[in-house]
Every structure is written in C-alpha cells, then in structure tokens.
C-alpha cells in the first residue's frame, strides 16, 4: 500500500493484473532512465531523486488504472469520498 492507496493488489484481486503490470513497467523504465540521467551528476541524490520520482509515478499510474476500473478515485483512500459507498 502506498499514500495513493492499495491500488496494486486491488486491480490484481480484480483480474486486472496486466493493468498493475504496465503501471509497474513504465514506472520502472522511467526510474532506470533518470538513474542513468542524474546518478553521474548528483551522485546518491540523483539516486534517490530518480526513485522517488519512480514512486510517485507508479502510484499515480495504479490510481489512475484502479479508478478506471473500479471508479475508486485516492479519495476513497483517505476518507475524502464525497459519496458514500452502496450498501447492497
């Protein structure tokens, strides 16, 4: 689980797995590329920069898939939802 959420394991539980895949293989082509940009100019910082821009784009991605599947927004995650879920 991650601050957007436990996107991942709910698009798996969900038969959407290729969906977690691809947010999964994006994010971490995008990771070793900027790896390969910023560790030879900032060192350690440019590692933790080209990781922590890989988070976040992960989670993001993840949100994005498990709304379009599910229609659960981050909100949902942090008791932010302006609607209540159904009872049925």
Same mark, same amino acid.
């Not at 797995?17 to 900027?34: D, F, P, Q, R, Y």
């Not at 890989?54 to 927004?73: D, E, H, P, Y």
């Given at each position: 689980?991650?601050?957007?959420?436990? *996107?991942?394991?709910?698009?798996?539980? &969900?038969?959407?797995?290729? @969906?977690? #895949?691809?947010? #999964?293989?994006?994010?971490?082509? +995008? /990771? *070793?590329? #900027?790896?390969?940009?910023?560790?030879? &100019?900032?060192? #350690? /910082?440019?590692?933790?920069?080209?990781? *922590?821009?890989? +988070?976040?784009?992960?989670?993001?991605?993840? *949100?994005?898939?498990?709304?379009?599947?599910?229609?659960?927004?981050? &909100?949902?995650?942090?008791?932010?939802? @302006?609607?209540?879920?159904? @009872?049925?």
């Amino acid at each position: 689980m991650t601050a957007f959420g436990p *996107a991942g394991p709910l698009l798996t539980m &969900t038969g959407q797995a290729g @969906k977690a #895949l691809a947010a #999964l293989a994006i994010s971490l082509v +995008l /990771e *070793a590329l #900027l790896a390969v940009i910023l560790i030879p &100019t900032f060192g #350690l /910082e440019g590692a933790a920069i080209s990781v *922590a821009v890989g +988070l976040v784009i992960r989670g993001l991605l993840l *949100a994005r898939a498990s709304r379009s599947v599910m229609n659960l927004g981050l &909100t949902h995650f942090w008791g932010w939802a @302006k609607t209540q879920p159904s @009872k049925a």
